[in-house]
């Protein structure tokens, strides 16, 4: 019994102080994959009835919309690379560098419950696809987080709502910088320390700065809605709501953000599939 | 008790303390999340006041590490928890079992409730922000399950 208590002291201070124990947690989570598989299992096969038994019609217009939609993101896309090229001509011709195209790989949610208090989500990819610490993920409208912990076959990230998090930040229509820091609740983030007199409106658009170099520059976090200039306090209250969808999403981007130099992850091993 | 009997009850050990942590991360919809009860905790202290010879405080142990490494809270926190806990009801366990079930709840809620105070230790001393006004439902909850789940398990533990 004492043993076993000073154990798990002894486990708690490792766990929290230094990282020795990824082996360790990796080896449990191996073990435990049997079981959150299992949970997953019922949204799973749901998904798959849901696909299998679509009826043609619906399929077709599924078809249909999805070709449209192509469409439209090719013509959009011709247009990026045209603004691409160009956008590097005229970099270089300030002499600043700048690396557009990132690897990405889809990872999918296991729809398993982690600890109600924190916000986290278990992603289906692992180390033996090339995940690391630290990796930024997006999925189709705005950034979600980062992977805190890799195992073999799965990932747990932190959403950017978590009350631990903070991500640096821009104002996409004047580049004013701050930090968007998560409130524990789902639907908000917080951007403490902005001066009253600061323009920044209701409606602005907040992308990632690319400071501290976790995430790539120029990705949408999220769009400010709450604004409170109170002339007796320091600092206006300002909020923002997410714009990716944290708790809807069963699909999520992993993205590479590549050697830029100033990353203190290693570089990902080649074995991931590349963005087509 | 026979050999075959014992192998009996060891499957159902194993098999509702795995169903046990299956249902601790059963997806929940976002208002019932924070009430969920300590699933892995009652059937374990089911077990040790039951067959405190077969399941002691080592299979708690384990138990609890496995549900650290499930729901991603520190490595050694339920481990901790539920460690202590198993320790109180096999210490305890002639007397518990002798009581009315609903009695026997409330000494289970003291437990569920310690094991809850040690998490809130826990995550204060990490910085852990957590919701107080909703803290202590699971452990409410989890005392009225328990007249219920001792009643199923008992049952099936009669029946094999």
Not at chain 1, 14 to 32: M, P, T
Not at chain 1, 41 to 70: G, H, M, V, Y
Not at chain 1, 201 to 222: I, N, Q
């Amino acid at each position: 019994m004492a043993v076993l208590v000073i154990a798990s002291v002894v486990l708690m201070t490792l766990d929290h102080r230094q990282h020795h124990l990824e082996s360790f947690r990796s080896a449990l989570s191996v073990l435990i994959y049997p079981i959150q598989w299992l949970v997953d299992l019922p949204s799973n096969t749901t998904d798959w009835f849901q696909e299998s038994l679509a009826s043609r019609r619906s399929l077709q217009e599924e078809n249909d919309r999805l070709k449209t939609e192509q469409l439209l993101l090719k013509a959009e896309l011709q247009k990026y690379q045209s603004l691409q090229t160009e956008n590097q001509r005229l970099r270089k011709l300030l002499d600043s560098s700048f690396k557009v195209g990132e690897r990405v790989l889809i990872a999918e949610l296991l729809s398993v419950d982690l600890d109600p208090y924190r916000h986290e989500i278990l992603l289906n990819k692992g180390s033996r696809d090339g995940v690391y610490v630290g990796q930024p993920i997006v999925d189709a409208s705005g950034v979600m987080g980062q992977i805190t912990q890799v195992t073999p076959l799965t990932a747990t990230a932190m959403l950017i709502t978590d009350p631990s998090h903070a991500i640096p930040v821009q104002v996409d229509r004047n580049g004013l910088r701050s930090v968007a820091q998560g409130i524990g609740s789902i639907e908000w983030l917080s951007l403490p320390h902005i001066p009253n007199s600061a323009d920044i409106h209701e409606g602005d658009l907040l992308v990632t700065s690319g400071l501290g170099g976790r995430f790539p520059p120029g990705y949408p976090v999220a769009r400010v809605e709450r604004l409170q200039r109170d002339p007796g306090e320091a600092f206006a209250k300002i909020f923002a709501r997410p714009l990716a969808a944290l708790d809807r999403s069963r699909e999520v981007l992993l993205i590479w953000t590549g050697d830029s130099g100033q990353q203190t992850q290693p570089a990902a091993p080649p074995a991931a599939e590349p963005a087509p | 008790m026979s050999a075959l009997t014992e192998r009996h009850s060891g499957s159902l050990i194993l098999g509702t303390l795995l169903l046990a942590l299956v249902l601790s991360i059963v997806p929940l919809p976002d208002t019932l999340r924070y009430a969920r009860p300590d699933w892995a905790l009652l059937v374990l202290l089911y077990w040790n006041l039951h067959l405190p010879d077969r399941v002691g405080v080592g299979a708690a142990w384990l138990v609890g590490l496995l549900q650290d490494a499930l729901v991603g809270s520190l490595l050694g926190q339920h481990a901790l928890a539920y460690t202590l806990c198993a320790y109180i009801a096999v210490k305890l366990h002639q007397r518990l079992r002798l009581y009315p079930l609903w009695q026997q709840a409330i000494s289970i809620s003291v437990l569920l409730a310690l094991a809850q105070l040690l998490f809130l230790w826990i995550n204060g001393i990490l910085g852990r922000p957590v919701n107080i006004t909703l803290y202590w439902l699971p452990t409410l909850l989890g005392m009225l399950i328990w007249p219920l789940l001792a009643f199923v398990l008992r049952f099936l533990q009669r029946s094999t």
